[in-house]
């Protein structure tokens, strides 16, 4: 299994890097999926989560929403791995939560992703808003 890693990077003969370690081609592709919003892609109009709408939901509302919006897109466009857990912590005083998805793997690895709820720069960077 080879993939192009996320996020994407040239290596010095302008060739973009890849990865065979099936670890990090699931946890590619599963950011990826979290990243992009339903309508984002106009060939895939369906492809991506509703995470960003979860986001507005306060409480204990708030990681109910987000682990149904992981599990449906997960559960659609990722059927081979299987999401054992998705934790969410409480926003702190900035709004940021942090949430870690720890995933099965087909090859029956357990193993975890874990983002924040700020925003994601195409280099992979994240920026907190004040």
Do not use: C, H
Not at 16 to 23: G, H, I, K, Q, V
Not at 77 to 103: C, F, K, R, Y
Not at 120 to 129: L, R, S
């Amino acid at each position: 299994m080879s993939a192009i890693s996320y996020p994407f990077t040239l290596n010095g003969l302008g060739v973009l890097n890849s990865t065979n370690d099936p670890r990090k081609v699931y946890l590619d592709r599963l950011l990826t999926l979290l990243s992009t919003s339903p309508n984002q892609r106009p060939m895939l109009p369906d492809y991506g989560t509703d995470v960003l709408q979860a986001l507005y939901e306060n409480g204990n509302n708030l990681e109910t929403s987000i682990s149904q919006a992981v599990k449906k897109a997960v559960s659609v466009w990722m059927p081979e791995i299987n999401v054992e857990q998705v934790l969410v912590s409480t926003p702190d005083e900035d709004g940021i939560a942090e949430v870690e998805i720890i995933i099965k793997l087909p090859n029956d690895l357990i193993t975890t992703l874990s983002i924040s709820t700020a925003i994601f720069n195409i280099d992979g960077t994240i920026t907190v808003t004040e």
